[in-house]
């Protein structure tokens, strides 16, 4: 099992950038897909980009592709997402995944560890 505490959310505006990090703690990180995905209010979650056990692989939807990129630290047992040129639909509550086996899969329900959430606001 795996714990995942997001943070790094703010308000910022449309343009800015801004690193999100996800700390986990529990079994070996390195043995799990980490991902993120977002939810807008009255939305349905959405796929952000996920990242591959190493870190060497990554994929991403295609509404972040070029301007979000995920990492992962696996000696510290952390994920993190650069957000770049960010815009007002970028606004969502956006959630730390993990999982050992979902690589590559877009769905929420392929995820079975989830963190709160940590809130990001772009403003125009």
Not at 37 to 43: H, I, L, N, T, V
Not at 55 to 65: F, H, I
Request: proline share 2%.
């Amino acid at each position: 099992q795996v714990q995942l505490v997001e943070s790094g959310g703010g308000l910022v505006q449309a343009g800015d950038s801004l690193r999100l990090s996800c700390a986990a703690s529990g079994r070996t990180f390195s043995s799990y897909i980490m991902a993120w995905f977002r939810q807008a209010p009255g939305k349905e979650r959405e796929f952000v980009g996920g990242i591959s056990w190493s870190g060497s692989g990554s994929y991403y939807a295609d509404s972040v592709k070029g301007r979000f990129t995920i990492s992962r630290d696996n000696a510290k047992n952390k994920m993190y997402l650069q957000m770049n040129s960010l815009q007002p639909e970028d606004t969502a509550l956006y959630y730390c995944v993990a999982d050992q086996y979902a690589y590559g899969n877009m769905r929420p329900d392929r995820y079975g560890y989830w963190g709160q959430g940590t809130h990001v606001t772009v403003s125009s």
